[in-house]
């Protein structure tokens, strides 16, 4: 592979990557909401393939099969079930900020995450480097939808947005990491993944509802 078509590939991925952390933050169907955030998980991989393809690392390059098979196939495939669960509330329908707003806010966040991330982007511009705003904005578009969605699955799923550019800038900043370290990171992800999705069982089971504001009246 060319230095050329590496790049383009790398860049290709990191947009899929910002587009999907967007329309996540756009849509309100939850179920539409985790086949973005799977689509998510195979722009990942491709980027950590894309990144070991340049190193020719095989070590990198088991990391990105680990990374599709997490990020793109289970951890969805828990969170759907979490969702053929959750009955007739598979949408998010009160969020505390719009759509338009949202967008917005998506917009402004990415020009701060590029203005923040030049210092760490000058002191070694190199292809990978340079796409580092990138996963800072996706990082940044995770907190949001965590901050502003009622919903709890939507809420989870704006810690694994979170959680999926803290990677992307963990791979582009150290050219990969160690393949323990990743599975490491993983398995903690899953198993917060897992109590989070119990306690989203016995929540249902005990009120009805996963809308944290109406749990929080509740309890008022």
């Known amino acids: ?10 860049d290709l991925a ?12 756009w849509r309100r169907e939850l179920a539409v909401i ?10 990942l991989a491709a980027l950590v393939g894309v990144l070991a393809i340049r190193e020719g690392s095989s070590e990198l390059g088991g990391v990105a099969i ?35 707003a949202s967008l917005l806010a998506a917009a402004l966040l ?3 995450a590029y203005a923040v991330s030049q210092p760490l982007v000058a002191l070694d511009p ?33 810690f694994l947005l979170m959680d999926n550019g803290i990677t992307a800038i963990g791979f582009l900043t150290t050219s990969g990491v160690g393949l323990v370290v990743e599975l490491g990171v993983s398995l ?17 089971e005990s009120f009805g509802d996963t809308d944290l504001d109406e749990l929080r009246e509740l309890h008022d």
């Open 14 to 25: 990191c947009g899929g990557l910002l587009l999907t952390a967007v329309l996540v933050l």
């Open 66 to 100: 680990g990374i599709l098979v997490l990020r793109a196939g289970l951890l969805p495939w828990l969170l759907r079930r979490a969702l053929d669960q959750a009955g007739p509330a598979r949408r998010e329908t009160r969020p505390l900020v719009n759509v338009a």
């Open 188 to 204: 903690d992800v899953l198993l917060a993944v897992l109590v989070l999705r119990i306690l989203t069982s016995r929540m249902r």
């Open 1 to 10: 592979m060319t230095d050329t078509t590496s790049v383009q590939l790398l």
């Open 34 to 43: 985790v086949r973005v955030f799977a689509v998510q998980g195979v722009a």
């Open 110 to 112: 990415t020009l701060l």
């Open 126 to 158: 190199s292809p990978a480097t340079r796409a580092v705003p990138v996963g800072v904005t996706v990082v940044l578009l995770g907190f949001f939808v965590l901050v502003t969605r009622r919903r709890a699955l939507s809420q989870l799923v704006g």
